[in-house]
């Protein structure tokens, strides 16, 4: 009888233990976001695309860079020059994958998303000057999130201020809320 005591007692300890590491998941805190407006805000660039390749990858850093076939240019398309576009000018070269300054930053070949970028700093060496860099985390391609990306874009060009700014606030997703209610 003591022996299904125990059997008993190692399956709860076992299930609880289960329960503890399903639950366990790194905080939000841990990984803040900027809102919306402040990503789109500092990305020169922001477009759709699908991870061709993923090369250069970097097993000290964790880091590498990806060939990302583009979709769509929800904005700054006139930031990409002829040296950035790759085969045909329909790819681009996107680093900064792996930066663990930026939350959602993890792709596989295959993927779509939204990019938000900027050109790589001339700092990261002549290697890096007609990359793209990730400016903040990556968003999945959903119809939402398509909306909210380019009502934040058009908020800016509608206001016809570079900051987006109208009357000291910034309108991005106000706008989106005050459009659908």
């Known amino acids: 009888m003591g022996s299904h005591r125990t059997v008993r007692a190692g399956r709860t300890a076992l299930l609880l233990a289960g329960l503890l590491l399903a639950l366990w998941q790194p905080s939000a805190a841990s990984c803040p976001e900027k809102d919306l407006e402040d990503r789109e805000e500092e990305a020169n660039i922001v477009l759709t695309g699908t991870v061709d390749e993923i090369i250069n990858m970097d097993p000290v850093h964790n880091t590498y860079?990806?060939?990302?076939?583009?979709?769509?240019?929800?904005?700054?398309k006139s930031n990409v020059n002829r040296e950035i576009l790759l085969d045909g000018g329909n790819k681009v070269m996107i680093g900064g994958f792996g930066n663990p300054g930026i939350c959602d930053n993890q792709v596989a070949t295959g993927d779509t998303r939204i990019f938000f970028l900027n050109p790589a700093p001339e700092s990261m060496g002549p290697e890096h000057k007609n990359e793209l860099m990730l400016n903040s985390s990556l968003m999945r391609i959903t119809l939402r999130n398509l909306e909210d990306v380019e009502h934040c874009v058009e908020a800016r060009i509608d206001s016809g201020m570079p900051g987006r700014e109208l009357g000291g606030e910034v309108h991005c997703l106000k706008w989106k809320k005050k459009a659908f209610v």
Do not use: D, E, F
Not at 65 to 76: A, F, M, N, Q
């Open 65 to 76: 860079s990806c060939k990302v076939r583009v979709w769509r240019y929800l904005k700054g």
